[in-house]
């Protein structure tokens, strides 16, 4: 018989899980629990470094992952425990017995209305990063369209590493793709100054520091050190931001026809409920806890329980494409064990 | 008349900053963009304990529109090129510090 | 601006703040700055809408200024406090309204203190038993007395006999609001709207008719910031940050300013006066300052009361072209005229600021 392996989040990981269980010869169930497969990634227009088209990606997932069984629209209702399997429930009204389940169940975008001394939802001109996406895929957006724009700033470390919206972590992206959405903005705006403010840049991955310097030299983008304080709105209906030149030592203020918000990643609320389910542990960022952080991120505490993505924590496209693989290769290697 | 004035704002206005001579120093130098504020040109210059000398410093007084602070420490430079030799992005400090001098010199010149 | 969005955060900013039977207590400073105010206050909670409001002579300064300028530590600010407290609680009530922000501030800041330190709350209770043989019971409410009046603002409403509409035109007044930074920085949650965008009071402006101007430096102190303006070689600083509000509100056109601190009406209405001697600059229309109120004055205003029994000829920018706006009708030739009408002299003129 094949074995049957749930997949909870049809994202990235999720696929990428699908398409390597089917060459396996098991039999996933993807559980999306929106219309859309894809996840995050489909919302985005480019990917860092190389600016691959997220379209492209996600549809060579779902093609390679379409001999699935895929459950869109669809929640887990419940989950529960029998001797050797478990017994997954979902809103449809559709269960399934499986000994094997892979969380997927990625990130959720911090919600830049939070940080209210940054105006998101207050002020016009305050847009974030998935918004900026969303604009490069659709060219949809009042905010930008039609709009003289000569100034633009975009500020690093929304909800991330910001102990009082209780996510002290890193978000690990945002560095990074807010240098890749500040030269895609001065490729399409040549005469606007663009300003990066930063605590740190954290610019770890292949290739990032080579997009770093490009930004610098090549398009001349204003990199201060130095987190917004305060946004406010001008009678133009610009924005004003305070920050700390912190090389300087000296305040610093600009008005800019934009400002973009890089909303970090925060743990996906839905991802804990299906974990409180089965008593999964939740680490001290929130994100689901692997039985160890270096050995392994991909295995839960518990028998057949996975992990794959950024549902343990922010990770990038690469990583959690690798992570879904290795996932995989552990679910694998355990089915292969149970059978001698 | 009432024994205190209104002080003036130390904030840098982003927004008041000329941009021209920094523009055509980084069209002969396009270098002067990458640097990312290391310090390691004002950690082993030879002026820099004496007078805060830094070529770190002196190119974001630039980039901020402050260029008096830059002429300032600027003028304690004995271009020695040991900036030139830590520099980890390979910016040819002592070329760059020359350029500075030439561009703006054109209207400031002390 | 998008007005939803700041809905949105008031909705999330709520308090809950009962209806009648407080325990009042007054600010040191303001029945010097703006004497009207606080008589006013409570002669709208008393008499104009009947609700059980009770003071003491018996209560003193809450410390609050001497707490901040460091000059006292913050245990004796506390023996201070739980003595008004044993006020309220002697004279039977449970709920507790300031009306000075710091002393808001000041009694949030202990109450949230003794909730993660029980044992210091212990320990106040000793001191004040040696000091004076009392104790107290702490508040069930705790409320500004800006919170009050915008509690009451659509009773005030319902009432009033003027709006805040320029008479002529029929536009609503353009208001700036200001919130003494110790309402609700130190405890966003504390107060009406939050901390980035009260509601207090551009609830009564709404309320009574004008529009609420946002302008850039909104949340930036009024320029007192006690060491600011206490300590005479900081002095400079007080009046350049009240100088960049105003340098930020100017496009705006504002016809008024409500605030809900003793200091900042204050020092936004006096240094309006120092600004145009420094530096010949007006910033209200026609060579005149922009009026600045407490919201009591404004409530006493809209519900009829004369301008000069509110005290308004205290301020240092004059109040009658705003008066003028709105249609209110006053006597010129009694502004300068005390209790029993006795003459209570007219200050000189400024140079550079128009006044009357």
């Not at chain 1, 399409?188 to 991955?205: N, S, W």
């Not at chain 2, 523009?23 to 640097?35: F, G, K, N």
Request: charged share 25%.
């Amino acid at each position: 018989m094949k074995e049957i392996v749930v997949i909870i989040g049809g994202g990235i990981a999720g696929l990428e899980a699908a398409s390597q269980l089917l060459k396996l010869g098991y039999t996933p169930i993807i559980v999306e629990k929106s219309g859309q497969l894809g996840g995050h990634v489909a919302q985005w227009n480019r990917l860092f470094p190389d600016m691959t088209p997220a379209k492209d990606l996600v549809s060579d997932l779902i093609a390679s992952s379409k001999d699935a069984n895929i459950f869109l629209n669809a929640e887990i209702s419940f989950i529960n425990r029998l001797k050797d399997n478990y017994n997954v429930m979902l809103s449809n009204g559709i269960s399934i017995i499986s000994r094997y389940i892979l969380f997927t169940t990625g990130f959720r975008l911090f919600e830049a209305q939070k940080k209210e001394e940054y105006g998101y939802g207050i002020y016009n001109q305050v847009i974030t990063n998935a918004d900026l996406e969303h604009w490069f895929n659709t060219g949809k957006d009042d905010r930008i369209n039609g709009k003289e724009i000569k100034s633009i700033g975009f500020v690093h470390c929304v909800g991330s590493r910001d102990e009082k919206a209780r996510n002290s972590q890193c978000s690990k992206v945002c560095c990074i793709t807010a240098i890749k959405q500040a030269i895609e903005m001065k490729e399409k705006f040549p005469d606007a100054e663009i300003y990066c403010f930063y605590m740190d840049l954290r610019l770890f991955g292949k290739k990032f520091e080579d997009f770093y310097i490009k930004a610098q030299r090549d398009h001349g983008i204003h990199f201060i050190r130095g987190r917004v304080s305060e946004v406010s709105e001008n009678i133009d209906g610009n924005v004003i931001v305070k920050a700390e030149d912190t090389l300087l030592g000296k305040p610093i203020k600009v008005t800019l026809n934009l400002l973009v918000l890089m909303s970090g990643m925060v743990c996906n609320p839905d991802s804990t409920r299906s974990a409180s389910m089965l008593s999964l542990p939740i680490d001290s960022d929130g994100f689901l806890k692997s039985s160890d952080n270096v050995m392994h991120i991909t295995s839960s505490p518990r028998n057949g329980i996975y992990y794959a993505g950024a549902c343990t924590g922010p990770k990038t496209v690469p990583e959690t494409l690798a992570e879904a693989r290795s996932a995989v290769l552990e679910i694998h290697s355990r089915i292969i064990g149970q059978q001698k | 008349m009432f024994g205190f004035r209104i002080s003036p704002s130390s904030a840098i206005n982003l927004d008041n900053v000329s941009r021209d001579r920094f523009s055509e120093l980084c069209r002969i130098e396009p270098d002067a963009l990458r640097c990312m504020a290391c310090g390691s040109c004002s950690a082993t210059c030879p002026a820099a304990e004496f007078s805060g000398m830094s070529v770190r410093k002196v190119l974001l007084y630039l980039q901020r529109g402050k260029e008096e602070e830059a002429f300032k420490i600027m003028n304690n430079c004995m271009l020695c090129g040991k900036c030139t030799m830590v520099c980890p992005r390979g910016i040819n400090t002592r070329h760059l510090l020359l350029t500075i001098c030439r561009i703006y010199e054109k209207e400031d010149r002390r | 601006m998008i007005y939803q969005g700041k809905q949105k955060i008031w909705s999330d900013y709520q308090k809950e703040i009962p209806d009648d039977h407080w325990f009042y207590v007054r600010s040191c400073i303001r029945q010097n700055f703006f004497p009207g105010s606080e008589k006013m206050f409570m002669e709208i909670c008393r008499d104009v809408l009947k609700k059980d409001f009770y003071e003491t002579e018996h209560h003193t300064t809450c410390g609050g200024i001497a707490y901040h300028c460091d000059t006292i530590p913050q245990e004796t600010a506390m023996t201070i406090v739980a003595r008004q407290f044993a006020l309220m609680t002697e004279a039977g009530y449970e709920n507790y309204v300031a009306s000075c922000i710091t002393s808001f501030g000041n009694y949030t800041e202990i109450l949230e203190t003794w909730h993660e330190f029980p044992e210091l709350e212990t320990r106040i209770r000793e001191m004040l038993w040696k000091a004076c043989r009392k104790e107290f019971k702490i508040p069930k409410y705790l409320a500004h007395a800006s919170d009050l009046i915008y509690k009451y603002r659509n009773e005030i409403a319902e009432k009033a006999k003027f709006r805040l509409v320029n008479k002529e035109t029929g536009e609503p007044l353009r208001v700036v609001e200001h919130i003494g930074c110790h309402y609700s920085k130190m405890f966003p949650s504390k107060g009406i709207g939050g901390a980035e965008y009260p509601y207090v009071l551009a609830g009564m402006i709404e309320s009574w008719g004008g529009s609420v101007i946002d302008y850039p430096e909104r949340r930036h102190c009024c320029g007192y910031g006690f060491r600011q303006y206490h300590v005479k070689a900081n002095r400079g600083y007080s009046i350049s940050n009240t100088h960049k509000k105003f340098e930020s509100m100017e496009p705006y056109k504002p016809d008024m300013i409500i605030t809900n601190c003793p200091g900042c009406p204050y020092f936004l209405d006096r240094w309006q006066y120092v600004i145009s001697e420094m530096e010949g600059k007006t910033y209200g229309q026609n060579g005149y300052g922009i009026p600045v109120f407490t919201y009591e004055e404004v409530a006493g205003l809209v519900l009829g009361y004369d301008p000069w029994d509110l005290g308004l000829q205290l301020h240092q920018v004059a109040v009658e072209p705003l008066l003028d706006k709105i249609g209110i009708e006053y006597i010129p030739e009694d502004k300068y005229k005390g209790l029993n009408r006795k003459d209570i002299l007219r200050p000189g003129l400024p140079a550079n600021m128009k006044c009357f």
